[in-house]
């Protein structure tokens, strides 16, 4: 292996990669945490090709195995490539192989029973390879490594389910005799090897001292300009980030610079790509082809086109989902652009690493928002270049994720009490539920899965909450792709603009019972934002500390919402352009919240009138979901808030911000645990905007179901001002 490594050209690894490699070979788990470009692969791909090599001379030719996951299908495949680069000059005896659900049927049987180093992801573990076990036997028996790259990006929902997949992979890696070593690659974080520890059940040793050589990275914060429309309650409107950043990705193209704009969403991907695209023809007619969008949602052979053009060089510029923030080899590059800040600092950080890769200078732009977070880090850029990165938060014992996992390792391998070692102390409680719900059946000391469904479908890992809605052209019946399923009431209702490939639809019907969506093509020069209203109870409070005659609480509630109507906002300018009523029905979710309550006295005391009070707690509430990404590791539309003047289970005037999914996702709590910095910076937030009555870049929420009405700014900078002095 040593040889095989040498021959790539490297003859002394970095530190990092040596004490990694150190801690494997040793059968710790470990987890690297260094920046971009730092040569996380090799640090684990030696330990890994090198236990593969042993035993290589099997009559199987695998005497030992190893398991890559990876959260995306490209990165996946990147990694494929790879690894069949490094272990070339090894022969036959390394032989990697994609999982996934693109792979051809004929070619899954070979990779059960021959391919020694499997790349997949933890849906198709959770989905595929584990319920299937049997057939996996000789692999799960002498698998020896684990591979978990890019783990920072399990967090929340997500990173829960994620955690239960692998303990039910060790679990089954027990039954058949192996105790496989965990090697973890991520982006820089707070407390990684605890965070990987959480993740994966075991204790795990952190390698985060990056001894790799760093090209200059020149970093500008970008904030758009004002326009001079006015938008809802006559605020001032700012351009778009989206077409801000178009602008720079065209100006970049024309004069040779390879570039990949990031963006949050996939709308946003293809707008940049279209408006992108359209600038060019106007001055070069060759250039608007070598821009393109890359985004979930594509059939398998439309992503695999764009990586290979993106790895030839054909394509120029690139608008992208995170798909590409993860370690997905785009060597080359010259200049990232980054849409609105992407929820974290780590994920900031990982996408302006992805240029300048060779060593070479390098160029990232983060193109502010018009949102109150944004507007904060660019006023604030301590907050960006000084400030830690964040803890990964993921909460394993959230029984809404932890239940269906259950059932799901019963039908494995019927369950036993000694299993709570395995899934955790509140395992016995959920085992007796389950049980009682006739989902799992007790005989002796054991719990069986009885059903006839596969108890892998009880759950979607990725948090979508059901079967993904197709999105289907109404006159031909190509399907177009899809989306999940709890975004569905947003994102594809009647009258919806939805973007593909940099195609314009327009949503003719949505069915939520087969789960699908009638589109029809079209040009409308607007873009649509669903609104929705939402009302919370409180089911249980389960921590509380008073702030004064305040109190700030954590616990449990309902919540009730309802998509009522949607926005037509014009293209680059976003002027709002008419709304449009919708009668969708109502979902309720049961999750964690953070509320806090102020008195009469106080409100006295802040000059906070009955007149102006809901105006002031609904601005509180904005900005403060708004600022809580920069506090815990979610995205503002993670999370959700309510607020009312006189709530009734706390009979007072009440902010609410809860988690959007069920049993929570760690946020709330988060938020709990920060709440004196978090609201400190709410406020200041709203205090140095310099709008007159409040806007986007402060009070104004995008996904207000009340139309932004009532918002009083300076009640609410009042109000938490006294609040935080209690």
Same mark, same amino acid.
């Given at each position: 292996?040593?040889?095989?490594?040498?021959?790539?050209?490297?003859?002394?690894?970095?530190?990092?990669?040596?004490?990694?490699?150190?801690?494997?070979?040793?059968?710790?788990?470990?987890?690297?945490?260094?920046?971009?470009?730092?040569?996380?692969?090799?640090?684990?791909?030696?330990?890994?090709?090198?236990?593969?090599?042993?035993?290589?001379?099997? *009559?199987?030719?695998?005497?030992?195995?190893?398991?890559?996951?990876?959260?995306?299908?490209?990165?996946?495949?990147?990694?494929?490539?790879?690894?069949?680069?490094?272990?070339?000059?090894?022969?036959?005896?390394?032989?990697?192989? @994609?999982?996934?659900?693109?792979?051809?049927?004929?070619?899954?049987?070979?990779?059960?029973?021959?391919?020694?180093?499997?790349?997949?992801?933890?849906?198709?573990?959770?989905?595929?390879?584990?319920?299937?076990?049997?057939?996996?036997?000789?692999?799960?028996?002498?698998?020896?490594?684990?591979?978990?790259?890019?783990?920072?990006?399990?967090? $929340?929902?997500?990173?829960?389910?994620?955690?239960?997949?692998?303990?039910?992979?060790?679990?089954?890696? +027990?039954?058949?005799?192996?105790?496989? @070593?965990?090697?973890?690659?991520?982006?820089?974080?707070?407390?990684?090897?605890?965070?990987?520890?959480?993740?994966?059940?075991?204790?795990?040793?952190?390698?985060?001292?990056?001894?790799?050589?760093? $090209?200059?990275?020149?970093?500008?914060?970008?904030?758009?300009?004002?326009?001079?429309?006015?938008?809802?309650?006559?605020?001032?409107?700012?351009?778009?980030?989206?077409?801000?950043?178009?602008?720079?990705?065209?100006?970049?193209?024309?004069?040779?610079?390879?570039? @990949?704009?990031?963006?949050?969403?996939?709308?946003?991907?293809?707008?940049?790509?279209?408006?992108?695209?359209?600038?060019?023809?106007?001055?070069?007619?060759?250039?608007?082809?070598?821009?393109?969008?890359?985004?979930?949602?594509?059939?398998?052979?439309?992503?695999?086109?764009?990586?290979?053009?993106?790895?030839?060089?054909?394509?120029?510029?690139?608008?992208?989902?995170?798909?590409?923030?993860? $370690?997905?080899?785009?060597?080359?590059?010259? %200049?990232?652009?980054?849409?609105?800040?992407?929820?974290?600092?780590?994920?900031?950080?990982?996408?302006?690493?992805?240029?300048?890769?060779?060593?070479?200078?390098?160029?990232?732009?983060?193109?502010?928002?018009?949102?109150?977070?944004?507007?904060?880090?660019?006023?604030?850029?301590?907050?960006?270049? !000084?400030?830690?990165?964040?803890?990964?938060?993921?909460?394993?014992?959230?029984?809404?994720?932890?239940?269906?996992?259950?059932?799901?390792?019963? +039908?494995?391998?019927?369950?036993?009490?000694?299993?709570?070692?395995?899934?955790?102390?509140? =395992?016995?409680?959920?085992?007796? &539920?389950?049980?009682?719900? &006739?989902?799992?059946?007790?005989?002796?000391?054991?719990?069986?899965?009885?059903? &006839?469904?596969?108890?892998?479908?009880?759950?979607?890992?990725?948090?979508?909450?059901?079967?993904?809605?197709?999105?289907?052209?109404?006159?031909?019946?190509?399907?177009?792709?899809?989306?999940?399923?709890?975004?569905?009431?947003?994102?594809?209702?009647? /009258?919806?603009?939805?973007?593909?490939?940099?195609?314009?639809?327009?949503?003719?019907?949505?069915?939520?019972?087969?789960?699908?969506?009638?589109?029809?093509?079209?040009?409308?020069?607007? =873009?649509?934002?669903?609104?929705?209203?939402?009302?919370?109870?409180?089911?249980?409070?389960?921590?509380?500390?008073?702030?004064?005659?305040?109190?700030?609480?954590?616990?449990?509630?309902?919540? =009730?919402?309802?998509?009522?109507?949607?926005?037509?906002?014009?293209?680059?300018?976003?002027?709002?352009?008419?709304?449009?009523?919708?009668?969708?029905?109502?979902?309720?979710?049961?999750?964690?919240?953070?509320?806090?309550?102020?008195?009469?006295?106080?409100?006295?005391?802040? !000059?906070?009138?009955?007149?102006?009070?809901?105006?002031?707690? #609904?601005?509180?509430?904005?900005?403060?979901?708004?600022?809580?990404?920069?506090?815990?590791?979610?995205?503002?539309?993670?999370?959700?808030?309510?607020?009312?003047?006189?709530?009734?289970?706390?009979?007072? *005037?009440?902010?609410?911000?809860?988690?959007?999914?069920?049993?929570? +996702?760690?946020?709330?709590?988060? %938020?709990?645990?920060?709440?004196?910095?978090?609201?400190?910076? =709410?406020?200041?937030?709203?205090?140095?905007?310099?709008?007159?009555?409040?806007?986007?870049?402060?009070?104004?929420?995008?996904?207000? /179901?009340?139309?932004?009405?009532?918002? #009083?700014?300076?009640?609410?900078?009042?109000?938490?001002? !006294?609040?935080?002095?209690?």
């Amino acid at each position: 292996m040593i040889d095989a490594v040498r021959e790539a050209g490297i003859d002394r690894p970095w530190e990092h990669q040596a004490r990694v490699a150190g801690h494997a070979v040793g059968g710790e788990s470990v987890i690297v945490a260094t920046g971009t470009a730092s040569g996380k692969s090799l640090s684990y791909l030696v330990p890994t090709l090198s236990g593969v090599l042993d035993g290589s001379e099997a *009559p199987n030719g695998r005497g030992v195995t190893a398991l890559y996951l990876a959260p995306t299908k490209a990165l996946a495949a990147d990694q494929r490539r790879a690894v069949a680069a490094l272990a070339a000059p090894l022969g036959n005896s390394v032989r990697p192989a @994609v999982f996934d659900g693109d792979t051809p049927v004929e070619e899954r049987e070979w990779v059960r029973l021959f391919a020694n180093y499997v790349l997949t992801n933890p849906d198709m573990l959770h989905r595929n390879i584990l319920p299937a076990h049997a057939r996996w036997s000789s692999f799960l028996r002498a698998l020896r490594y684990v591979v978990i790259d890019e783990c920072h990006t399990y967090r $929340g929902v997500f990173g829960s389910h994620v955690a239960q997949v692998i303990r039910r992979l060790r679990r089954l890696c +027990a039954r058949y005799g192996s105790e496989p @070593v965990f090697v973890l690659a991520s982006a820089t974080a707070a407390a990684p090897g605890e965070a990987a520890g959480r993740l994966t059940g075991v204790p795990v040793a952190e390698v985060t001292e990056d001894s790799s050589p760093r $090209g200059e990275l020149v970093f500008a914060l970008w904030e758009p300009p004002l326009t001079e429309l006015e938008g809802e309650r006559g605020a001032p409107v700012r351009r778009t980030a989206t077409a801000e950043s178009a602008e720079l990705l065209t100006d970049l193209a024309v004069q040779g610079v390879r570039t @990949v704009a990031f963006v949050r969403s996939r709308r946003g991907a293809e707008l940049i790509s279209l408006i992108a695209q359209d600038r060019l023809g106007a001055v070069d007619r060759s250039l608007p082809g070598r821009i393109a969008a890359y985004r979930g949602g594509y059939l398998p052979e439309e992503r695999r086109a764009l990586e290979r053009a993106l790895h030839t060089g054909d394509l120029l510029g690139l608008a992208a989902t995170n798909a590409l923030e993860l $370690g997905v080899d785009v060597s080359g590059l010259d %200049a990232v652009l980054i849409t609105g800040y992407p929820g974290t600092r780590a994920s900031v950080w990982q996408q302006a690493g992805r240029a300048g890769r060779t060593g070479e200078g390098a160029l990232a732009v983060l193109v502010a928002r018009d949102d109150p977070l944004d507007t904060y880090l660019v006023h604030h850029p301590e907050s960006l270049f !000084r400030a830690p990165v964040e803890s990964t938060v993921l909460d394993p014992d959230n029984p809404y994720v932890l239940a269906p996992h259950l059932c799901a390792a019963a +039908a494995e391998i019927p369950l036993t009490e000694a299993d709570t070692d395995v899934f955790g102390p509140t =395992t016995p409680g959920l085992l007796r &539920k389950l049980e009682g719900q &006739k989902l799992l059946r007790r005989r002796g000391t054991s719990w069986f899965w009885t059903r &006839k469904e596969r108890a892998s479908d009880l759950t979607d890992i990725r948090g979508s909450g059901g079967r993904p809605v197709q999105v289907v052209e109404a006159g031909t019946g190509r399907l177009l792709g899809t989306v999940d399923a709890a975004a569905a009431h947003s994102s594809v209702h009647e /009258g919806a603009v939805h973007l593909h490939q940099g195609r314009t639809y327009v949503v003719q019907h949505l069915d939520l019972e087969d789960s699908a969506a009638l589109v029809e093509e079209g040009s409308p020069p607007w =873009t649509t934002m669903a609104r929705e209203t939402t009302s919370v109870s409180v089911l249980e409070t389960e921590a509380e500390e008073p702030w004064g005659e305040a109190r700030l609480c954590f616990g449990t509630v309902e919540v =009730t919402s309802q998509v009522v109507s949607y926005l037509r906002r014009r293209l680059i300018t976003n002027e709002v352009l008419g709304e449009t009523k919708l009668d969708l029905p109502p979902r309720t979710l049961r999750t964690r919240a953070v509320w806090w309550t102020v008195t009469e006295d106080q409100l006295d005391e802040a !000059r906070v009138s009955p007149e102006i009070l809901g105006g002031a707690l #609904h601005a509180a509430e904005h900005a403060s979901i708004g600022l809580l990404p920069l506090f815990a590791t979610c995205d503002r539309w993670d999370i959700g808030g309510v607020s009312v003047p006189l709530h009734p289970d706390t009979l007072l *005037p009440t902010v609410f911000v809860y988690d959007g999914y069920s049993g929570g +996702a760690g946020f709330a709590e988060r %938020a709990f645990h920060t709440a004196r910095d978090w609201l400190t910076a =709410t406020r200041d937030a709203i205090a140095v905007c310099e709008c007159e009555a409040g806007c986007p870049s402060c009070i104004q929420s995008p996904k207000c /179901g009340n139309g932004n009405d009532p918002l #009083h700014k300076r009640g609410a900078i009042r109000l938490l001002t !006294r609040l935080l002095a209690s």
